[in-house]
């Protein structure tokens, strides 16, 4: 009998991998809620907007499927004046989702990201450059000075150089995130 049961056998990919599956799912939160609850929930289209464009980016995890979604849609209409999610509602669950995740993978390059930059500035940072930056803010906080952290950082660049002013490459990469050498100092 066991041998038939795993001829059916089939993986079922999670929310992160099906990422068509979010925004009518959103919908049947939103529906199911308010069958629950009696009340009307709506969510207005600059913040569905907003949420599903994270929703559906890379930095999104969905580490617990469909229980992370549907508890979002639960805190965000708890949080909401009068039933109507708006964009302040989808800002905060968006940080609140994300710390949770980071708390719970253990990621070092968004952690180290998140104590320099808020939620949102790391969104708006394409993926392809968070291990960079984190990399960079890393060593700048290792260092007494921009010129000793630049010497590291461009260590194999500034030999094929003509003016060797890695402290002003350096600057000039922070300030592309708005960031400056004492605001990281400080941390």
Known sequence: MLARINLLTFLLPGLAER???IEPNLDYELERLCQQTGRKISINREARSHFVKWAVSP???WAANFRDLSAAVIRMATLSASGRIG???VREEIERLSASWQSCDGDSTERT??????G???LEID???HAQLATVLTICGQEKSMAAAGRRLFAVSREA????NDSDRLRKYLARFQLDWKSIQSQ
Not at 113 to 118: E, H, V
Not at 161 to 164: D, E, I, V
């Open 87 to 89: 964009i302040a509602e």
């Open 161 to 164: 150089r003509a003016s060797t």
């Open 113 to 118: 990201l998140r104590k320099f930059l808020s």
């Open 127 to 129: 993926l392809f450059d």
């Open 120 to 122: 949102q500035q790391v």
């Open 59 to 61: 930095t999104a995890q």
């Open 19 to 21: 990422k068509e599956d």
